[in-house]
């Protein structure tokens, strides 16, 4: 049975694993990646999560500096090239809100009676959120990987279809997978606390604030 709000912080039967502003959601981010200290690291697995971030984009570039060049190479040519490449970061743009509706839908499928849309400058992010609803981190897990399959399933469609605008696909997966990364942190976060009963809820429209509890054993 799914607790309320208040169980979570007056019952006893949870503790408070973290909180902190929607505004700092990159921090937390950049922590679970690796890439910001903690009190008492652990050097290797500190530095595992920033050498994978590293090496993801540098794989990432390559493939879509390998498309470049293949496409110079043809009859496209370099206007071709450029034109596509503009026209991918535009299209990104467009991409982002159906992005979000798609974590709304899942957000409803899990039984979110309201959903709502945010973003956060500071953290430089958009976000869908169900105001003080708790979720269990595998619900937050299926709600993040959601849009990352279907949208990435489209466009490897597209390009299939349309194997002319390679470098359109190319550049506009590329960006959106990018784009991704927060999605892909809290899937890794419920991986590594499959094992423990966490929930977890924001408070976007009163605190701005976003609380994980853990179910005591």
Not at 164 to 169: D, I, L, S
Not at 193 to 202: C, G, Q, W
Request: charged share 15%; with cysteine; proline share 4%.
């Amino acid at each position: 049975m799914r607790p309320t709000v208040e169980q979570l912080h007056t019952s006893g039967q949870y503790i408070l694993l973290e909180s902190f502003k929607i505004d700092e959601m990159s921090q937390f981010l950049m922590r679970e990646l690796g890439m910001v200290k903690k009190p008492n690291p652990e050097p290797q697995k500190q530095r595992t999560g920033s050498w994978i971030f590293l090496v993801g984009l540098t794989l990432a570039g390559g493939a879509f500096g390998y498309a470049g060049g293949k496409l110079l190479k043809g009859n496209a040519g370099v206007d071709s090239f450029l034109w596509q490449v503009g026209a991918g970061v535009l299209a990104l743009f467009l991409l982002l809100p159906i992005h979000e509706f798609i974590h709304g839908l899942a957000f409803k499928r899990i039984g979110a009676p309201n959903v709502g849309y945010g973003y956060s400058l500071r953290s430089m992010m958009v976000y869908a959120y169900c105001q003080k609803f708790p979720t269990t981190m595998r619900e937050v897990a299926f709600v993040a990987v959601l849009p990352f399959v279907l949208i990435t399933a489209g466009l490897i469609t597209a390009w299939i279809v349309w194997p002319t605008y390679g470098v359109f696909w190319a550049m506009l997966l590329l960006m959106h997978t990018s784009g991704c990364i927060g999605d892909f942190v809290l899937i890794n976060y419920y991986i590594k606390t499959r094992h423990r009963r966490v929930y977890t809820y924001d408070d976007v429209e009163g605190e701005r604030m976003t609380y994980f509890f853990e179910e005591r054993g």
